[in-house]
C-alpha cells in the first residue's frame, strides 16, 4: 500500500473558484491529490500515513508565474544579460535562483526568452532529481527581427550567437529557428513583436509582418510548442492575436480589434507590469532610469496600460500573471507576486479571480498544464501553507514569512536562504563613471558640495 499524506484544512482555496472551502481533507498519493473534499467524508486514515494539520493557515495550490527571466541574473542592463557570463554560469545561477524562486511559494514559471540551451539544462537537472527546484518551462533565444527588442545592439555589433536574441530576417531562418529551438527541447518559443521604434504618429512598428508571425506559429503549434510574444503596440498584438499565439506580454497599447482578434484566437495575456511599477515606485532620481526619461516614459504607459487591461478583462479575455523576475528592479524571489497585486489594484479583479489567475490560469502556460495550478482529485500535489488571508489582502503573498511551506509534488521543501554576492553574480559592466566632468558639470558640483 502506497503511503497518503492527509491534510486538515480549515480554508482551503482550490484556484477553480472564488470561494473557501471550509474543514475539507486533501490526501495525497504519489505525488498527486486523490481526494479532495469534506473531511467527514474523506477515507480514514490508515497505518503509515501522515497526517498534518494545517490549522488557521490558508492553503492553496502553488502559484505560478508566466514571465521570469531564470538566467538574467538580476541584470542592470542588457550588456549585463549577454555580455558578462558564459552560458555555462548562466546555468548554475539560473538554478541558484530557481531555488528562491520556488521558496516564495513559486511552484512553476515560465522563461520567456533565454540564452542558448541555458533553462533546459535547469530544467532538466530539476526533472532528474538531482536539484530541488520549480517545475519550468523552458526556451531557448529570442526571435527577433531588426528593430524589435533583443536586436539592441548596434548594427555593427548585431546578434552574436550567444546573446539571449536570434536575428531571422527571412521566412526560412524563422522556420529554421522554430524546428532548431523544437529539437533542443524547448517548451516554448518567445518571439520579439516589436520594440523601440515609432511611426511618426507615435504607433509602434510591428517587427514582424502577418505572414511571417503566422507561419512562425503555425509552424512551432504543429511541433507541439507554446509560443510566446513581446508585443507593446496595437500593430504587433494584432498579428501576433490573429496568429493564434498563446500567451501575449503586455498589450498596452491594444484597441478594440486587437481584443476581438483575441476572444477569437483564446490568446492569453499577460500584462507583466510589476517591472513597470517597480520601475517608478523604487528607483531614485539619481537612477540612469529616471534621469534618462525612461522612468517617466513608463509612467505614461501604466497610465495608458491600465485602460486598456480593463478593457480587456471586461470583454473577458484570458490572463495569466507573469512579473518580469530577472532583473535588478525585478531581483529573484522578490516581487513574483505583485503582479497579483496589480490585478487587483489597476486592472479590477477580485482577490479571488487574481488568485485564479496566477494558480490554474496561469498554470496553461506550463507544459501538462491541466495537471497543474489547482488541489483537485488528478492533479499534481503542488500546494502552500499561507499565514494570512490573501483573499482579505493578496499582499501577505509577498511576505517572505507568510509562506510557511511550500510542497512540490507533496514533499515538503526545504530552503536554506543562503547568502550571496551580487556583484559576482552579475552587474560585470565595466562602467567607471556616470557623468560627464565637463568645467561646467565640475563648477556645479563644488557649488554644491
Not at 486533501?26 to 500515513?49: L, M
Not at 507615435?202 to 505572414?211: L, R, Y
Not at 551580487?422 to 560585470?428: E, L, P, T
Request: glycine share 8%; aromatic share 8%.
Amino acid at each position: 500500500m502506497t503511503k497518503r499524506t492527509l491534510i486538515r484544512c480549515d480554508r482551503l482555496f482550490t484556484g477553480l473558484e472564488d470561494e473557501i472551502r471550509r474543514d475539507h481533507t486533501i490526501i495525497v498519493e504519489e505525488g498527486f491529490f486523490t481526494y479532495v473534499g469534506p473531511a467527514s467524508n474523506a477515507p480514514a486514515q490508515a497505518p503509515g500515513d501522515t497526517v498534518i494539520d494545517a490549522g488557521e493557515r490558508f492553503v492553496m495550490p502553488g502559484l505560478v508565474d508566466a514571465h521570469t527571466h531564470l538566467v538574467f541574473g538580476n541584470a542592470r542592463s542588457e550588456e549585463d544579460i549577454d555580455f558578462w557570463g558564459t552560458p555555462e554560469f548562466r546555468a548554475l545561477r539560473g538554478l541558484f535562483f530557481a531555488q528562491r524562486v520556488l521558496a516564495a511559494g513559486y511552484t512553476s514559471i515560465v522563461v520567456p526568452g533565454d540564452a542558448g540551451n541555458c533553462s533546459i539544462s535547469v530544467r532538466d537537472s530539476i526533472n532528474a532529481g538531482l536539484f530541488d527546484g520549480p517545475r519550468i518551462a523552458a526556451s531557448s533565444n529570442v526571435i527577433a527581427n531588426r528593430h524589435s527588442l533583443n536586436d539592441w545592439f548596434p548594427e555593427h555589433v548585431g546578434t552574436p550567437d550567444y546573446v539571449t536574441g536570434r536575428l531571422c530576417t527571412t521566412r526560412d531562418a524563422q522556420i529554421e529557428e522554430v524546428r532548431r529551438q523544437a529539437k533542443a527541447g524547448v517548451d516554448c518559443i518567445k518571439i520579439a513583436m516589436d520594440g523601440t521604434h515609432f511611426r511618426e504618429n507615435g504607433t509602434h512598428i510591428a517587427a514582424f509582418t502577418q505572414e511571417e508571425i503566422s507561419g512562425m506559429v503555425t509552424e512551432a503549434h504543429r511541433l507541439g510548442k507554446k509560443i510566446v510574444v513581446h508585443a507593446y503596440g496595437k500593430e504587433a498584438v494584432l498579428y501576433a492575436a490573429r496568429a493564434g499565439v498563446d500567451i501575449i506580454n503586455h498589450a498596452f497599447f491594444a484597441d478594440d480589434e486587437c481584443i476581438e482578434a483575441m476572444l477569437k484566437s483564446g490568446s492569453h495575456v499577460s500584462p507583466t507590469l510589476t517591472f513597470l511599477r517597480n520601475n517608478v515606485d523604487f528607483c531614485p532620481s539619481w537612477e540612469p532610469t529616471a534621469t534618462s526619461g525612461y522612468q517617466g516614459a513608463q509612467r505614461r504607459i501604466i497610465e495608458v496600460a491600465k485602460k486598456t487591461l480593463n478593457r480587456m478583462r471586461e470583454a473577458g479575455v484570458p490572463f495569466m500573471a507573469g512579473s518580469d523576475s530577472g532583473f535588478a528592479v525585478t531581483p529573484y524571489g522578490e516581487w513574483h507576486a505583485r503582479e497579483i497585486e496589480i490585478l487587483v489594484d489597476w486592472i479590477g479583479f477580485t482577490p479571488a479571480q487574481a488568485l485564479r489567475i496566477a494558480t490554474a490560469g496561469t498554470a496553461k502556460a506550463m507544459p501538462r498544464g491541466q495537471l497543474l495550478g489547482a488541489i483537485e482529485a488528478g492533479r499534481r500535489a503542488d500546494f502552500l501553507l499561507v499565514d494570512g488571508d490573501p483573499l482579505a489582502d493578496v499582499r501577505v503573498l509577498q511576505q517572505r514569512e507568510a509562506i510557511d511551506a511550500v510542497y512540490l509534488d507533496g514533499r515538503l521543501m526545504s530552503f536554506k536562504q543562503r547568502p550571496y554576492d551580487a556583484y559576482k553574480v552579475s552587474h560585470f559592466n565595466s562602467l567607471k563613471w556616470t557623468d560627464v566632468y565637463s568645467r561646467e558639470r565640475v563648477a556645479e558640483i563644488r557649488a554644491t558640495t
